[in-house]
Nanobody, 121 residues
Framework: QVQLVESGGGLLQPGGSLRLSCAASGRIFSINAMAWYRQTPGKQRELVAAITSGGITNYADSVKGRFTISGDFAKNTVYLEMNSLKPEDTAVYYC???????????????WGQGTQVTVSS
């Protein structure tokens, strides 16, 4: 099966920085795009940042200028550099990928288990 595993979450103070990583593994033929989402209790999961295999990126307005998404698609890995963190950034961050496997006839949507980011003084 295809698996996505996030790492790098933790507890830090406002204004701090954190780097999240996500690695996909399994019988992967191609990854079209990877992205980071986040979710807090009682709220819908929202897109934070996304990157295509061609390097095109997009960000939520709330993180523009503070977060940077990058990918190493040869290693099936995506990163999220988070700077100037705010308490409002506190959430579980999930990795997402659009993946074509050796056995599939269409692109599939895959999710990691999530990593907790807590910003508090």
């Amino acid at each position: 099966q295809v698996q996505l595993v996030e790492s790098g979450g933790g507890l830090l103070q406002p204004g701090g920085s954190l780097r999240l990583s996500c690695a996909a593994s399994g019988r992967i033929f191609s990854i079209n795009a990877m992205a980071w989402y986040r979710q807090t209790p009682g709220k819908q999961r929202e897109l934070v940042a996304a990157i295509t295999s061609g390097g095109i990126t997009n960000y939520a307005d709330s993180v523009k200028g503070r977060f940077t998404i990058s990918g190493d698609f040869a290693k099936n890995t995506v990163y999220l550099e988070m700077n100037s963190l705010k308490p409002e950034d506190t959430a579980v961050y999930y990795c997402n990928a659009k993946i074509l496997t050796y056995y599939s006839a269409s692109w599939g949507d895959y999710w990691g288990q999530g990593t907790q980011v807590t910003v508090s003084s």
